[in-house]
């Protein structure tokens, strides 16, 4: 199984300010110049919703202060001016081969 | 617009069962991906497994944490995807969300159903 690593487990950030998030795979999920990797935004009592796919394809609707990059192993969700609104958990997720995993989760705040 | 609305949750001692459903709308129900994915309280997101497209015969797998306990189906004519829970245990408690997608990321997912296993 892949396995999906995050980090950190929970970041504050000032508003305005950048806030990153790592992911990194425990086996490439890259095939066919296809990276099958995806972010998520979680709030309190809502279901995930969708950010990113193919690790920088950002979802329609999604602002474009959040981004994704990396390639193979090492992933980065990059939320460039953080908002109030953007307080959450975020997750990654292989969806490469089955059994899909998420990463363990980063929450953010505002410092 | 695409909805899923999961039904079925609610309490069920240790050793029981229960089945689950997902009613989906919206889009053509034979060219996505349908999965389970739980949330335990607290806790992250877990996949639990995964009706494949009608191109791939509708095959399901299930994670090995569920695997010989829990059965994944689909029915076509009610655009409906089922989770058939047995032997279930205290730590198969949480949320279970249907979701879904055309390219296996899940590009949409119900609210969910409380699914909680205790005596």
């Known amino acids: 199984d892949i396995v999906m690593t995050q980090s950190p487990d929970s970041l504050a950030v000032s508003l305005g300010e950048r806030a990153t998030i790592k992911c990194k795979s425990s086996q490439s999920v890259l095939s066919s110049s296809r990276n099958y990797l995806a972010w998520y935004q979680q709030k309190p009592g809502q279901p995930p919703k969708l950010l990113i796919y193919?690790?920088?394809t950002r979802e329609s609707g999604v602002p474009d202060r959040f981004s994704g990059s990396g390639s193979g192993t090492d992933f980065t969700l990059t939320i460039s001016s953080l908002q109030a609104e953007d307080v959450a958990f975020y997750y990654c997720?292989?969806?490469?081969?089955?059994?899909?995993?998420f990463g363990g989760g980063t929450k953010v705040e505002i410092k | 617009e695409v909805h899923l609305v999961e039904s079925g949750g609610g309490l069920v001692q240790p050793g029981g069962s229960l089945r689950i459903s997902c009613a989906a709308s919206?889009?053509?129900?034979?060219?996505?991906?349908m999965d389970w994915v739980r949330q335990a309280p607290g806790k992250g997101l877990e996949w639990v497994g995964r009706s494949r497209k009608k191109a791939n015969s509708y095959s399901t797998e299930c994670a090995a944490s569920v695997k010989g306990r829990f059965t994944i189906s689909r029915d076509e004519s009610k655009n409906s995807l089922y989770l058939q829970m047995n032997s279930l245990r205290t730590d198969d408690t949480g949320v279970y969300y249907c979701?879904?997608?055309?390219?296996?990321?899940?590009?949409?997912w119900g609210q969910g159903t409380l699914v909680t296993v205790s005596s």
């Open positions: 979701a879904s997608g055309p390219i296996g990321s899940h590009d949409y």
């Open positions: 193919w690790a920088s």
């Open positions: 997720q292989h969806y490469y081969d089955t059994p899909l995993t």
């Open positions: 919206g889009f053509s129900f034979g060219d996505h991906y």
